[in-house]
C-alpha cells in the first residue's frame, strides 16, 4: 500500500511538473495534504554578491561573505541533504517526499510568518506571541548546536503551535565553524526583522526574546560581531541618505546592537 502510494505521488508530481515546467516554487493537493515542489534555479551572480565578497576581504570578515550556491542542481541537493539530517535532529522542517534531477517535494509546515505579520487580520497579540516563538525556535536550533544558513522571515513559517523553517540552500558552513554560522544567523535575523516588521516595538520584543533563550556565548559573539563592525557602522551612518533598503537596515541592525551593547554595560556597572 506504501508503495503504490508513493508511486500515485510520483505520478501526480510528474503531471504537476509538466504544467508548472520551471517556476520556482509551486505547490498541489494530494491526499488531503498540500505539497511544495521546489525546482532548481541558476542564481544570478549580482553586483551585491560582489561587492559582498569584496568588502569580506577588505575588512577581513569572512560573515559578510556570499555562501549562496549558484549552481542551481547543486543547491537543491544541500536543501535535500540538510532536511533529512535536521529532521533527525528533531527540527520541525518540511519532510523531504520525493526528489528528482532538478526538483524536490517536501510536505507544508504552516503558513509564512512574514504574512502573518504583515496582515492587518492578525492581532497584535498574536504576532508579539509568533515572533517571540519564532525567536526561540531560532535560539533552539542553535543550542542543539545546528544553524539555519540564512534564517529571514520569509524563511519561517507558523502552523498555530509551532514554528518551522524553510530554504537551505545557504551553504554557509563550507566557509565558515558552527559558531560563525549562528552569528550571521543572528544577523540575518535582525536585519529582516527591520526589513519586514514595521513596528520597532515588536523589532526589539524579537531580538531581546532570541537574547533570552539563546546562549550567553553566542549572543555574546553576536555583540562582538557588531563591535568588530564598527568601521561598516560610520561608513553607513555618514552615507545613508544615499543608501538601498538593504544598506540601510544593515545600518539599523548594527545600531539596534549597539544600543543593547551599552544598556548590558551599564546594566553590569549598575551590579558593580
Not at 539555519?148 to 518551522?164: C, I, N, Q, S
Amino acid at each position: 500500500m506504501e508503495n503504490k502510494s508513493k508511486m500515485d505521488l510520483y505520478q501526480c508530481i510528474k503531471i504537476h511538473l509538466q504544467r508548472y515546467s520551471g517556476k520556482r516554487v509551486s505547490a498541489f493537493e494530494w491526499q488531503g495534504h498540500k505539497i511544495w515542489i521546489k525546482q532548481a534555479e541558476k542564481v544570478k551572480y549580482s553586483i551585491w554578491l560582489r561587492v559582498a565578497k569584496w568588502l569580506s576581504r577588505l575588512i577581513k570578515n569572512p560573515l559578510i561573505s556570499p555562501t549562496l550556491e549558484i549552481d542551481g542542481l547543486k543547491a537543491l541537493k544541500i536543501e535535500a541533504k540538510r532536511l533529512k539530517f535536521l529532521c533527525t535532529q528533531g527540527v520541525f522542517v518540511p519532510q523531504l517526499l520525493a526528489q528528482g534531477k532538478d526538483w524536490i517535494a517536501i510536505s507544508d509546515t504552516g503558513k509564512p510568518v512574514r504574512e502573518l505579520l504583515q496582515s492587518n487580520k492578525v492581532k497584535i497579540n498574536t504576532k508579539m506571541h509568533i515572533l517571540q516563538s519564532t525567536s526561540r525556535a531560532l535560539a533552539e536550533m542553535h543550542l542543539k548546536n545546528l544553524y539555519h544558513g540564512r534564517p529571514a522571515l520569509k524563511d519561517f513559517t507558523w502552523d498555530g503551535e509551532k514554528v518551522g523553517f524553510l530554504d537551505f540552500e545557504e551553504n554557509s558552513g563550507s566557509i565558515l565553524s558552527i559558531q560563525q554560522c549562528m552569528v550571521r544567523d543572528v544577523l540575518i535575523y535582525i536585519h529582516s526583522l527591520f526589513r519586514e516588521v514595521g513596528s520597532v516595538r515588536l523589532i526589539y520584543l524579537a531580538i531581546l526574546s532570541y537574547r533570552k533563550y539563546a546562549s550567553q556565548l553566542i549572543w555574546k559573539c553576536v555583540l562582538q560581531e557588531a563591535a568588530d563592525l564598527k568601521f561598516l557602522y560610520f561608513l553607513l551612518r555618514y552615507t545613508y541618505p544615499y543608501m538601498g533598503t538593504d544598506a540601510k537596515n544593515i545600518y539599523r541592525t548594527l545600531h539596534a546592537l549597539y544600543c543593547l551593547i551599552l544598556m548590558e554595560r551599564r546594566k553590569s556597572a549598575t551590579i558593580r
